[in-house]
């Protein structure tokens, strides 16, 4: 049986000078190493197989008591079949720890929307998420780690937009309470979300419907259209096909600029846009006019592009190819404004019902039950309302 070493004071410990390894007693293996002045401590202790020092830190900066302590410590862990930790390996995997916990809030942002990207109809969502962080909240709280922003942090992005970019401020509010919610579920960070509006920032800042008034799309008067059909189909090129095309079948700009051939059934008459192509992520089945079937019959095909109306590199148009039409024509409105037209002949100058208006409109039934129940959707009378809606348009070219 080894001899048991002699159990040293702290007095008798200081007084050691010579190079080399010193039992200090009190616990097996516990020894203080001096090595030309230095003195560390050092456990010496059967790790598997295997004699092994383990440094436990400079000595006096650990006394001997708390040398002792960390030594015991040591041999229970390794005796309960851990492996054995030094302090200096249990400090580098806490600050290590930390280093990972501690996420900036642009780098919560970016994660989200990389994991969300997928979700997202087209790129130009994921813009403008990232254009509204990195112009209002990234120089404020950019760099801050998530879970020390706090509720003046966040005013101090809303504030200063809040009365005069009313819109843009409650988008970014709303994107703000998204990402740190993405901290919070990845325990970036804890506690009520300072960017929540209910009952929280809708007792400080004043409601967005009272600050500035909605505006809605610039939409032209029925009467109006069939004068305007009539300028456009004299005009060449894609946007304004596009633009006859958007109108005839009520659609949204990014559907029609995005139309693809593959999606146009013309022995049917039908344009089926896909599920992710729609606003409602949902399959929309639209009944085409013999106007609207005349149009796609003159287009030309373009080899290298599979849209129908593709610009002249053979991309998609751009959103502002058709603004940019109704301005040169020195309109005030807007090419999404003709779904409201639509809306208002449907409702002011025919019989159809209400329902089929919307559903023309590729709009979600807001009624859960009734979205459960409906099973069609009621095609071939939609086919009748778009021809009349048609002929509306192309009555002053008759």
Same mark, same amino acid.
């Given at each position: ?16 000078k010579d190079d080399g390894r010193h039992a200090v007693g009190g616990v097996d293996g516990l020894h203080l190493r001096i090595s030309n002045g230095s003195k560390? /401590? &050092?456990?010496?202790m059967l790790v598997g197989e295997k004699r092994r020092d383990l440094g436990l830190g400079p000595f006096p900066q650990i006394g001997l008591a708390e040398a ?29 720890? *930390? ?11 970016? #994660? ?14 994921? +813009?403008? /998420? ?58 970036? @960070? ?6 929540? /509006? ?12 009272? &600050?500035? +008034? ?12 069939? #004068?305007?059909? +009539? #300028? ?8 304004? *096909? #596009?633009?006859?095309? %958007? ?9 029609? @600029? ?38 796609? &019959?003159? %287009? ?6 599979? %849209? ?22 020195? %309109? ?41 129940? @409906? ?8 086919? &009748? ?6 002929? +509306? ?6």
């Amino acid at each position: 049986m080894p001899k048991k070493a002699k159990e040293l004071s702290i007095r008798a410990v200081q007084q050691l000078k010579d190079d080399g390894r010193h039992a200090v007693g009190g616990v097996d293996g516990l020894h203080l190493r001096i090595s030309n002045g230095s003195k560390a /401590w &050092v456990l010496r202790m059967l790790v598997g197989e295997k004699r092994r020092d383990l440094g436990l830190g400079p000595f006096p900066q650990i006394g001997l008591a708390e040398a002792r302590d960390l030594a015991r410590e040591m041999r229970k862990s390794t005796q309960a079949g851990n492996m054995p930790i030094t302090p200096r390996r249990q400090a580098k995997e806490q600050l290590i720890a *930390q280093q990972s916990a501690s996420k900036t809030f642009k780098e919560c942002a970016e #994660a989200l929307m990389a994991s969300k990207s997928n979700e997202w109809k087209n790129a130009k969502h994921q +813009q403008q /998420w990232a254009n509204t962080l990195s112009t209002y909240a990234y120089p404020t709280i950019g760099s801050m780690a998530v879970d020390q922003i706090e509720l003046q942090h966040i005013l101090s992005c809303l504030e200063p937009i809040w009365l005069t970019k009313t819109e843009t401020a409650s988008r970014l509010r709303g994107r703000i309470e998204s990402v740190l919610d993405y901290a919070t579920v990845r325990k970036y @960070r804890s506690g009520e979300n300072p960017a929540r /509006w209910k009952g929280h920032l809708d007792s400080i800042l004043p409601k967005p419907s009272k &600050v500035q +008034q909605v505006e809605h799309h610039p939409a032209m008067p029925i009467n109006d259209v069939p #004068a305007f059909i +009539q #300028a456009v189909s004299q005009k060449k090129g894609m946007s304004a *096909q #596009a633009m006859i095309f %958007l109108i005839l079948t009520a659609s949204r700009s990014g559907e029609a @600029r995005g139309a693809r051939w593959e999606e146009i059934n013309m022995e049917q008459k039908v344009w089926i846009i896909p599920a992710g192509r729609t606003k409602t992520s949902t399959e929309h089945r639209v009944p085409l006019s013999n106007q609207a079937i005349a149009l796609l &019959v003159g %287009l030309p095909r373009i080899e290298r592009s599979p %849209l129908v109306f593709p610009s002249p590199n053979g991309l998609e148009l751009s959103d502002m190819a058709l603004n940019q039409m109704m301005r040169k024509m020195q %309109l005030k409105y807007v090419p999404h404004g003709f779904r409201s037209t639509f809306r208002d002949w449907a409702a002011e100058r025919t019989n159809h019902p209400r329902e089929l208006a919307e559903q023309a409109l590729g709009h979600a039934i807001a009624n859960k039950v009734e979205a459960a129940y @409906r099973r069609g959707d009621a095609l071939e009378k939609r086919r &009748v309302m778009m021809q009349e809606w048609s002929d +509306q348009c192309f009555s002053s070219m008759n």
